[in-house]
């Protein structure tokens, strides 16, 4: 708060010029924060540039490949954070009443992004015209504020105390075949039967496929002839009828022809998380985008 109180009382504080640094070092890069603000790279950096001349200090060191912070440009760019946000908390406040707008920064996996988010994000923008929403489909767990990423979906626990999580959607991992490959081996009816199957497995399940069915637990020693560490690629090879794969329920409900295997067992029982930063706060975007999506998987 003191700080807020230094950047507003400040005269010579070019409140523009500070949003963009943030907005770079957020971004990761001067090309990526000048396409998120709309303007042309050599203004971002003039605005930067001129922000470092005004501090005396460089706040970020130049390289081909990337951006990075100096000791002074990391603590300045924390501060700055903190600052932004409460005026963001402030107009938030003021026009809570209005209609959400702006962008909005979604990162998911790419599962997710692409079976479980079209028909949200679709209905989401018939009901918010105003509103543009950017995926970042990645695997890695993206660090959202460093990243300037406003909503994430994750599966599995949250381990970072400073981000705010709320429960989206079971996801349930079990295995899957092609009506194909069944006709060809035959529907197992015991987990011990797989041992006779041909297995497409993720990369850390392939030396021993774990089931679990209530309390009962069993290790199979799969014969896996295709192994990847990608939901879609497995996805693909079950569809041709090469093995019986592991997937998520979600990504077996667009393909009616697919049969789960030994449906009272799975590999993993869990659920997908929205997380956000643990603002005092939620921006209108985030809390309609959420409430948007729980409505959708409620009425499925």
């Given at each position: ?97 209005t ?44 660090d ?55 297995i ?15 309390r ?24 041709r ?17 697919l ?42």
């Amino acid at each position: 708060m003191e700080y807020l109180c230094y950047l507003m009382h400040n005269s010579a504080v070019d409140l523009n010029a500070i949003a963009v640094f943030v907005k770079v070092v957020q971004a990761g890069s001067f090309n990526g924060a000048a396409r998120l603000l709309g303007m042309p790279n050599t203004t971002v950096s003039a605005k930067v540039a001129r922000l470092e001349k005004r501090l005396g200090v460089t706040l970020i060191h130049r390289t081909t490949r990337k951006l990075n912070l100096t000791p002074q440009g990391r603590e300045y760019f924390e501060r700055c954070v903190k600052g932004l946000e409460e005026i963001e908390a402030g107009e938030s406040l003021l026009t809570s009443g209005t209609e959400p707008s702006g962008l909005l920064r979604i990162t998911a996996p790419g599962g997710v992004a692409q079976h479980v988010l079209p028909p949200i994000v679709s209905g989401y923008l018939r009901a918010y015209p105003k509103v543009r929403i950017e995926l970042i489909v990645t695997n890695r767990i993206v660090d959202l504020v460093g990243e300037g990423v406003d909503l994430a979906i994750r599966a599995g626990e949250l381990r970072d105390s400073t981000l705010v999580a709320r429960p989206f959607m079971d996801e349930i991992v079990g295995l899957w075949a092609s009506p194909a490959y069944l006709t060809r081996r035959g529907m197992p009816s015991t987990p011990e039967e797989l041992a006779r199957h041909t297995i497409l497995s993720f990369s850390r399940a392939r030396d021993a496929l774990r089931l679990s069915s209530g309390r009962r637990r069993v290790e199979v020693k799969p014969d896996w002839v295709v192994a990847a560490d990608d939901l879609e690629t497995l996805r693909a090879f079950i569809l041709r009828g090469d093995g019986i794969g592991l997937m998520p329920d979600y990504l077996a409900r667009d393909d009616l022809p697919l049969a789960r295997v030994l449906p009272d067992w799975a590999w993993s029982r869990g659920a997908l998380t929205f997380v956000y930063p643990g603002r005092r706060y939620v921006r209108p975007t985030v809390r309609t985008f959420i409430d948007a999506a729980l409505e959708h998987v409620t009425r499925r």
